[in-house]
């Protein structure tokens, strides 16, 4: 079995550089664009299931493929992204001079500190470890699609690649409309990267 774990279509809150976290920006047009070349690009990796966080970002991106390859399309509770809490809407520079102390606690221990009014790593991880056991659950035999976000769809990779390094999480950036693949292999019970941040389909978009 394989899992493409698929990250969103560009918004106008990416562009601008702003946090959006939890708050629930659409596709723009570029985005919209994204996620049809993002769909001809699944062409050949047919899914029996297509999840999805339930921000509409990522909705309408999994749209796109369910549409394409005729599956239905399941939203799943904790593929969200990163609460940020009241940094949500904000560019990095904003938060640097408006919260620095918090930042800079942040930045020291990001797994047991959130942003105010936020999430931690623990937090995040926990509730992506959740929604993976509901996926794993429901995927069955067949190799299936998950939408979600740029930081979500780090924490889903460590996850299942037994990362326990979640300091690191930062090294990993994966970009608008990627795919990045894993494996099962039912001998070892494991999971294994094939395929991270693959953007080739993107390649006639205007970047």
Request: proline share 3%.
């Amino acid at each position: 079995m394989k899992l493409y774990l698929i990250r969103h279509g560009q918004t106008d809150w990416n562009v601008a550089g702003k946090i959006q976290g939890s708050t629930d920006i659409p596709l723009n047009d570029m985005g919209k664009r994204q996620a049809a070349c993002l769909a001809e690009g699944m062409a050949g990796r047919p899914v029996t299931k297509v999840f999805s966080s339930c921000l509409s970002r990522a909705y309408e991106t999994a749209r796109a493929i369910g549409s394409s390859q005729h599956v239905e399309v399941i939203k799943v509770h904790g593929l969200e992204e990163v609460g940020y809490g009241v940094w949500e809407g904000m560019t990095m520079e904003e938060i640097e001079k408006k919260y620095p102390e918090e930042l800079n606690q942040w930045y020291c221990s990001p797994v047991d500190v959130a942003p105010p009014e936020g999430e931690s790593q623990a937090q995040i991880y926990d509730r992506c470890k959740k929604a993976l056991e509901i996926i794993l659950s429901q995927a069955e035999s067949g190799d299936a699609a998950v939408v979600s976000h740029g930081a979500t769809t780090v924490f889903l990779l460590e996850i299942l690649l037994q990362d326990d390094s979640r300091e690191e999480e930062d090294d990993i950036i994966v970009g608008n409309a990627s795919i990045s693949t894993v494996e099962y292999d039912e001998k070892t019970r494991k999971f294994t990267l094939l395929e991270l941040n693959d953007r080739e389909h993107l390649k006639g978009l205007e970047q």
